[in-house]
């Protein structure tokens, strides 16, 4: 029981690659060996409309073929039409059918297979809108399932967990103005109400589902703005949750990412800013975090990130979606990071989720932009050109 488009291709240096998906910070990576990379741009890799609002991509095998499809989480604040993207194979996204009826105010999509029939259905989170379920049939067709009981909410993210060990997955919403909150799974792609997550401290915008303490339950690590400090919702078991807010982060932080970026064994989190200082805390002991580094330039503007080892040499690399030019963090093995700048569209990125769209083993970025095309950067050997 829970009690609580460019005239031609551009590429930007990149040592090395990793098979890496990544949704809202968290990482599932399947290394491969070091090997040298570029990122590349090209009209072709551009999709979706230029006054799309796009709030948040995320990737999965949506129609069966064996290659990763993009839905797109579109309007933010507005009414906008949220799509499926179909992958041709190589990564150009060709095909789209539209996902729902009606145009809304969505902020994020997240992709699982709720009614476990072995195909991905997709949950929506939407601004001040009930989430939505919508149930695939195996080929890519998404029907509308019904809205989530009493879930609407000035909402800026969720993710799927199973948060309280029954096998099934439960839903998580960050609200920027109301408490958090669980809907808890009930099967079959249905939902329960609300429970709100047991403290006063609103203003959350990212959130990643992780075990980040190592005692097998999935705990909760949000980042928040408006001046309130971000937070971890430590799972004590069967989802029964006691805050811990990270001492010193009040500010405006956007995004959470969770890796053990200093290689000490440990899980640590590194909150992204629009402020231009980034955060990395370092886990010292069980759910015990020191602020160890800081990174990022004056006037950066960061509002998504996603998690992996882009050099292929052991540790956990960062992609940044800013608002302006889009960013790699390499991490030097000790958890702090040098800047590389990305090719591409200079946009107001919102999201960014990272696999490998063209099946050739190397990790490859999508960009969630909004009132611009969305954007799939793939990663290409050094001799190609």
Do not use: C
């Not at 200082?277 to 800081?294: I, N």
């Not at 292929?312 to 590389?340: H, K, P, T």
């Not at 569209?345 to 999508?366: E, P, Q």
């Not at 909004?370 to 799939?376: F, G, I, K, M």
Request: glycine residues 14%.
């Amino acid at each position: 029981m829970l009690r609580l488009a460019p005239a031609g291709p551009k590429a930007a240096r990149l040592r090395g690659a990793a098979i890496v998906a990544a949704l809202g910070g968290a990482m599932v990576a399947v290394p491969i060996s070091a090997q040298d990379a570029t990122y590349r741009d090209h009209p072709f890799l551009i999709f979706d409309e230029e006054d799309s609002r796009t709030a948040d991509v995320a990737l999965a095998d949506l129609d069966g073929d064996g290659d990763l499809d993009v839905a797109a989480a579109n309007g933010r604040h507005w009414p906008q039409q949220d799509w499926i993207f179909f992958n041709e194979g190589g990564g150009r996204l060709l095909e789209a059918a539209p996902l729902g009826a009606r145009r809304s105010a969505s902020y994020t999509i997240r992709l699982d297979d709720l009614d476990r029939d072995g195909d991905i259905d997709a949950v929506v989170v939407r601004d001040l809108l009930p989430a939505q379920v919508f149930l695939n049939d195996g080929s890519g067709a998404f029907s509308h399932a019904g809205d989530i009981p009493d879930s609407a909410a000035p909402a800026r993210s969720g993710t799927l967990a199973d948060l309280n060990g029954d096998g099934m997955l439960d839903l998580v919403i960050a609200t920027r103005r109301k408490p958090d909150r669980i809907h808890l799974g009930m099967g079959g792609g249905s939902f329960g109400g609300p429970v709100a997550l047991p403290d006063k401290g609103y203003g959350s915008t990212g959130i990643v589902a992780d075990d980040i303490d190592g005692d097998g339950d999935t705990d909760l690590i949000f980042a928040r703005r408006d001046g309130v400090p971000s937070v971890i919702f430590v799972n004590r078991g069967k989802g029964d949750f006691t805050p811990v807010p990270f001492e010193g982060s009040e500010g405006d932080h956007r995004m959470p990412a969770v890796a053990d970026f200093d290689g000490d064994g440990r899980k640590d989190v590194v909150l992204v800013s629009t402020g231009g200082e980034h955060v990395v805390y370092r886990q010292t002991d069980a759910v015990s975090f020191e602020l160890a580094a800081t990174f990022g330039q004056s006037g950066e503007r960061i509002q998504a990130i996603a998690a992996g080892d882009l050099d292929g040499d052991g540790d956990v690399d960062l992609v940044a979606g800013a608002d302006g030019e889009n960013l790699v963090y390499r991490n030097d093995g000790s958890g702090r990071f040098v800047r590389e700048t990305l090719p591409g569209l200079s946009a107001d990125t919102y999201g960014v989720a990272l696999g490998d769209m063209n099946g050739d083993g190397r990790l490859d970025i999508v960009f969630a932009n909004s009132d611009a095309p969305n954007q799939v950067l793939l990663g290409l050997d050094t001799g190609q050109d």
